[in-house]
Structures are given as structure tokens and as C-alpha cells.
T-cell receptor, first 114, second 110 residues
Framework: SAVISQKPSRDICQRGTSLTIQCQVD?????MFWYRQQPGQSLTLIAT?????????ESGFVIDKFPISRPNLTFSTLTVSNMSPEDSSIYLC???????????FGQGTRLTVV | GIQVEQSPPDLILQEGANSTLRCNFS?????LQWFHQNPWGQLINLFY???GTKQNGRLSATTVATERYSLLYISSSQTTDSGVYFC????????????FGGGTRVLVKP
């Protein structure tokens, strides 16, 4: 398994502002992903964070709203831009050591936009 | 598109009871995992089980890949088992994407 540290664990933000969430893993991983979980809902994949290149976004998610960086094999960030109350969710990062093997999740960032 | 359906959506148990949660999926899978989300939102890995049967303490899981379903068994339930249980799959034809079911919300009463 892996130790996955997500920061911040929670935040309350004003609408129109941006928040950057960090995901740090204690060892190198092949795959890193970002998910959103809206209140009372299941998890939805936002994007795959690719090392050294642009992230691969799922349908309904765009880079201008959710810019992602992955400068190396142990770290990634997700920014939620120009926030509105509809962005209030739990955001989770996930890693896989090898493609298509067991996925592990960080503890999540609980975001409330007011 | 990919379909991952979990049943039942909600389950209320008396402490000590046994239960079975089901996950049906629409296509052949490379990966299937069961997670428990605790009240603080953290996802705990329970099983990585694309096929076969595994057991871990009071929990066990079985995936019948040819029939496209998986079952999670909880025996002698405890109040700490409360939370949401998610099944998630990677469908072979859809690339390396973990798709989650809608979850089963479990409440274990003392």
C-alpha cells in the first residue's frame, strides 16, 4: 500500500476564489487520479494526472476549471478555480503503483463554498 | 456506457446480524475493488478482487467475473461497520478508469 497525504483536509472558501489541493505519496507511483464526490453521491473521476504533460480530463470536466499538475511520480495538485457553491464536494486523489492494479485513496479534501 | 449497480441502496442492521451486498457490472473487468467510506469521508480498501473469493476477518467477498457480479459479506456486524460501501471496477474495454457504483449505505444499530 501507500501513505497518501492530502492537504488541506477541509476548507471553507468564498465564491469566486480558487483552492489548490495537494496530494503527496510516500513512494513513486505510476498512476495518479483526481475524483469528486458531491454530497450524498458516488465518486466521479475528474482526470488522470500525467507526469510532465497535460492531464487527461473526463467528459464534463475542463482544464480551465480544474487545472492539474504532476511534476513528478510522487506529487500532484488539483486546483478548483472560480468556485461556486456547486463545487462544494469531497475531492480525493487516488494512486496505482502499476496500471490496472489496486487503487489507494487519500483521506480527501472536504470543500465548502459559501 | 459502463454500468455498475449496487444493491440494496440502504441497509439497516441490528448489531450481530449478517448481510450481503451486491455489485453488478455491465462488461468484463480488469479490476474490481470494494471500499468502505467512513463517516469522515475516508475510503478504506476492503478487497481487490477481480475474480475468486477472499476473506478478511468478518468480511469476505466473491466475484464471479463470467456472470458479472460481486458480493460482499459482512458477518456479525458491529456499529463500526456503519458507513457507505462502494464497489468500483475497471472495465477492460474502457481503459484504465475506475468506475464506482452508487454505493450501499449501511447503518448498524446497537
Amino acid at each position: 500500500s501507500a501513505v497518501i497525504s492530502q492537504k488541506p483536509s477541509r476548507d471553507i472558501c468564498q465564491r469566486g476564489t480558487s483552492l489548490t489541493i495537494q496530494c503527496q505519496v510516500d513512494s513513486q507511483v505510476t498512476m495518479m487520479f483526481w475524483y469528486r464526490q458531491q454530497p450524498g453521491q458516488s465518486l466521479t473521476l475528474i482526470a488522470t494526472a500525467n507526469q510532465g504533460s497535460e492531464a487527461t480530463y473526463e467528459s464534463g470536466f475542463v482544464i480551465d476549471k480544474f487545472p492539474i499538475s504532476r511534476p513528478n511520480l510522487t506529487f500532484s495538485t488539483l486546483t478548483v478555480s472560480n468556485m461556486s457553491p456547486e463545487d462544494s464536494s469531497i475531492y480525493l486523489c487516488s494512486v496505482e503503483f502499476v496500471v490496472n492494479t489496486e487503487a489507494f485513496f487519500g483521506q480527501g479534501t472536504r470543500l465548502t463554498v459559501v | 456506457g459502463i454500468q455498475v449497480e449496487q444493491s440494496p441502496p440502504d441497509l439497516i442492521l441490528q448489531e450481530g446480524a449478517n448481510s450481503t451486498l451486491r455489485c453488478n457490472f455491465s462488461d468484463s473487468v480488469n479490476n474490481l475493488q470494494w471500499f468502505h467510506q467512513n463517516p469522515w469521508g475516508q475510503l478504506i480498501n476492503l478487497f481487490y478482487i477481480p475474480s475468486g473469493t477472499k476473506q478478511n476477518g468478518r468480511l469476505s467477498a466473491t466475484t464471479v467475473a463470467t456472470e458479472r457480479y460481486s458480493l460482499l459479506y459482512i458477518s456479525s456486524s458491529q456499529t463500526t461497520d456503519s458507513g457507505v460501501y462502494f464497489c468500483a471496477v475497471v472495465i477492460k474495454a474502457a481503459g484504465n478508469k475506475l468506475t464506482f457504483g452508487g454505493g450501499t449505505r449501511v447503518l448498524v444499530k446497537p
